[in-house]
């Protein structure tokens, strides 16, 4: 069962709660805290990305940079940097972005997406978040000599592969798969599970593909997300964490002690993520800095003006 994780309050009075399940581990795995349930299978949606990066690079693709592996696992926001960085993938494997199957959409950016409606663009595939990873999937099937029109399908020899990194990985076999919002085929685990794999990443041999995926994105948080995302805001922040948040209210990251957590916001809003998240890295041991502080206590603005807060509820962690 989930408990208040949240609390939104405006001019001194609770307006909104947002209630979910937490859990922060060791390097071990044991758990130090424990909030709701943390042992049912969910689907982490875009946290799910560093390890299907993980299995891109175990089966063959081959970024040029850092930041081509970030983009790999990114949820971007369709900023000029992240749409040149999929063109580059895709170029480099011969590949064209009407190969991608992840539905077309504008940049999530503001800024992207407004400069992209003044030139009468319409929505496409390659601005849509997820585009960085099809590339790299299709990249992959490149190498593979693996079929590319059909590389959503759970039988495709890529998800096969996919599925097999995360059982290897995790211990979990046979998972039930769901569909994720761009059209793959996503594994289910639990918030223990999460939390343990985050940790594997962060605490694997520096020339390992685990390390690799980590290390890039702690290297380019903007590029795992973008403008004003809050892995972009929480990671420079916070020194050595590795962090990456999903769909409908999920996050999960570990600092480079190997400890970890793993948080599922029951009603799916974001808004409740960046502050959770903040104020967990400070429970595992992060610094309570200035900056780590206004993560943590998000403005509730009235007329524009902060009138009051989005915080963990306080002493729950």
């Known amino acids: 069962m989930s408990v208040e994780l949240v609390e939104v309050v405006r001019s001194g009075v609770r307006e909104c709660v ?4 937490v859990v922060v581990s060791r390097v071990d795995g044991e758990p130090t805290l424990t909030l709701g349930e943390t042992h049912t299978p969910i689907y982490p949606r875009s946290a799910n990305k560093p390890l299907q990066a993980v299995a891109l690079l175990r089966n063959g693709f081959v970024p040029q940079s850092t930041e081509e592996l970030a983009i790999a696992t990114a949820s971007h ?3 000029s940097d992240h749409i040149e960085l999929v063109e580059r993938i895709l170029g480099r494997y011969g590949l064209t972005a009407d190969l991608l199957r ?4 504008l940049p999530l950016d503001e800024l992207a997406r407004a400069e992209l409606l003044a030139a009468g663009e319409l929505p496409q595939p390659i601005y849509m978040g997820c585009s960085g990873k099809h590339a790299a999937m299709l990249a992959t099937c490149v ?3 693996w079929p590319l029109d059909s590389y959503l399908e759970p039988s495709h020899p890529l998800q096969k592969a996919v599925v097999a990194t995360f059982a ?5 076999a046979d998972p039930e798969l769901g569909i994720d919002g761009c059209g793959l085929p996503i594994v289910p685990l639990s918030l223990t599970h999460l ?6 990443l962060v605490t694997a041999e520096p020339d390992s593909p685990e390390r690799a995926v980590a290390d890039s994105a702690r290297e380019h948080p903007h590029l795992l997300s973008g403008t004003g995302r809050s892995e972009a805001r929480l990671m420079p922040t916070v020194p050595g964490l590795f962090c990456k948040s999903g769909a409908d ?5 570990a600092l480079p002690d190997g400890s970890a957590f793993a948080v599922k916001i029951e009603d799916g809003h974001e808004r409740a993520l960046l502050p ?3 104020a967990l890295a400070h429970h595992m041991g992060a610094v309570w800095t200035e900056d780590l502080a206004a993560l943590a206590s998000l403005p509730v603005l009235g007329g524009g003006v902060r009138v009051g807060t989005i915080r963990a509820i306080p002493g729950i962690f």
């Open 195 to 200: 939390a343990r794999l985050y940790s594997t």
């Open 276 to 278: 959770v998240a903040a």
């Open 18 to 21: 947002h209630r979910g399940s």
């Open 143 to 145: 190498v593979n000599d």
């Open 77 to 79: 926001s369709g900023e």
């Open 168 to 172: 290897a990985i995790s211990g979990e």
């Open 102 to 105: 992840c539905p077309a959409e």
């Open 249 to 253: 209210g999920i996050y999960a990251g």
